[in-house]
């Protein structure tokens, strides 16, 4: 088992930025790629970013490129998303999860589960 604490999300005015943070602990020697998804109320959960433990390969949903940035620290068994230029459609609440497997853009491709942090964007 894996398990996963978001933390970091808050409220923050239009244009601002946040830093998530996703502390893992357990058997994370089986974690192959690590990721961020987000639900806003009465969507559903949608790809945000992703990226690989070994060689930190990087992922991202077109509609956060260039906006946000996923890094990992191993030693720390922490992954970050750092969140610039925040706009109101990225209020949601932001999941962070762990795979086994190379295929990172479906929820069903992660194997756990954090359990959300909440991110407000104001306009």
């Known amino acids: 088992q894996v398990q996963l604490v978001e933390s970091g999300g808050g409220l923050v005015q239009a244009g601002g930025s946040l830093r998530l943070s996703c502390a893992a602990s357990?058997?994370?020697?089986?974690?192959?790629?690590m990721g961020w998804f987000r639900q806003a109320p009465g969507k559903e959960r949608e790809f945000v970013a992703a990226?690989?433990?070994?060689?930190?390969?990087?992922y991202y949903a077109d509609s956060v490129k260039g906006r946000f940035t996923i890094s990992r620290d191993n030693p720390k068994n922490t992954v970050y998303l750092q969140m610039n230029s925040l706009k109101p459609e990225d209020t949601a609440v932001y999941y962070c999860a762990a795979t086994r497997g190379s295929y990172v853009r479906g929820t069903s491709d992660y194997d756990y589960w954090g359990q959300g942090t909440q991110v407000t964007v104001s306009s």
């Open positions: 990226i690989t433990w070994s060689g930190g390969s990087t």
């Open positions: 357990g058997r994370t020697f089986s974690v192959v790629t």
